[in-house]
């Protein structure tokens, strides 16, 4: 598949992603169209409105066979990722972590304390941080911090579509220790103090793994901390527009524009940019 076909299925997917893997050199970002590509479309086969799950079970199929028996299967998305993954050594369990999770949406029960959610991250979202770091040749001891990059950006889109998750019958955000009882609209309606309380706690969670996370950057090569640094920076953005209005994930998906994105990138490259902070 054509770069350029890849780009578009990543483009729909995550434009924070999307436009930061713009100031990565040119085969990296290929690369990066490539993993989310694939990564990409097996969400969305459990993401829809109407799962599909004989389209899902048919990708994944599709996808083992071609690893068992080395034969391309004409998809272009699944062979160029297998591709990818035999060149830069991406870990068989990290893939099979990836496919489990979203496997897991297709019958999905709701995360009641951390750890149910941290065990579906790990698939979801930390995996996705492994393979970069795999697709940057980074080395090692870096995977910690690449892992809870990832995480700390999938909690935030817990938080941020939190309406889109109940439409979809789904709740990632662990209630059993807190004083609700429901994320639908019409309950925190009439619980809106205790919700907000909530979220910000919730958002604290995120800044410390963000802050672990940060703390592998000194791991990547400067030219790759820019669009790494800009995707993690627009992470944080979006949680602090929903710290100053918890309600606001009811009412709007919460996303920054291309052009900010551009310009903290450019910021980044340089060297004006500041730090993640709420």
Known sequence: MPASQHSTVFRKGSKTYYFSSFFFPRAVRNDVYVLYGFVRIADNLVDDQRVDKEAFYRFRFMYEQVVKTGEP????????????????????????????????????????????????????????????????DLVPESYHYAAMLGRAMQYINFLRDIEEDNRLGRRYIPLKYSNLQSLSKTYVE??????????????????????????????????????IMTAADMYCWTARMIQKNPMVVYEKKVKPSKFRIIRRALAHLFNVASGCSL
Do not use: N, T
């Open 73 to 136: 299967c004409k998809d272009p998305i699944i062979d160029s990722f297998v591709e990818l993954q035999k060149r830069k050594q991406f870990e068989q369990e990290w893939v099979d972590a990836f496919l489990d999770s979203m496997e897991q949406d297709l019958d999905f029960r709701p995360c009641e304390i951390i750890e149910d959610s941290i065990r579906y991250m790990y698939g979801s979202a930390e995996v996705i941080g492994l393979f970069m770091a795999k697709v940057m």
């Open 190 to 227: 009439s619980h809106q103090e205790q919700f907000e309380m909530f979220i910000k706690s919730e958002l604290q969670r995120y800044m410390q793994w963000q802050r672990s996370a940060a703390e592998g950057y000194r791991f990547i090569p400067r030219r790759y901390r820019i669009p």
